[in-house]
């Protein structure tokens, strides 16, 4: 079983910045894909960004230049820097981890951001 704990939202003005953690534990030493996905109110889940084992990176168009997604394998984190912020990012933010082997599927439980105009 695969633990994910997200923690680093909060409030922000529009322009700021904030950083996002995720922390995996459980039985995870294989070959795994970690990814944030938002949740704005009245709208579907959306992607945000993915990072592999190997670091090879994937953003939404609606956040490219504007976030960095990392990861610490030694600490199984990832890691969203959140940089310019807009009011539209508001939105509960989701980590999720993706085994590529067997494809299982592990959520976080959230963590709210709120950009403030």
């Known amino acids: 079983q695969v633990q994910l704990v997200e923690s680093g939202g909060g409030l922000v003005q529009a322009g700021g910045s904030l950083r996002l953690s995720c922390a995996a534990s459980?039985?995870?030493?294989?070959?795994?894909?970690m990814g944030w996905y938002r949740q704005a109110p009245g709208k579907q889940r959306e992607f945000v960004a993915h990072i592999t084992s190997g670091g090879s990176t994937n953003y939404a168009d609606s956040v490219k230049g504007r976030f960095t997604i990392s990861r610490d394998n030694a600490k199984n984190t990832v890691y969203l820097q959140m940089n310019a912020l807009k009011p539209a990012d508001k939105a509960v933010y989701y980590c999720n981890l993706r085994f590529l082997v067997s494809g299982r599927l592990y959520w976080g439980q959230g963590t709210q951001v709120t950009v403030s105009s």
């Open positions: 459980g039985s995870i030493a294989q070959l795994n894909t």
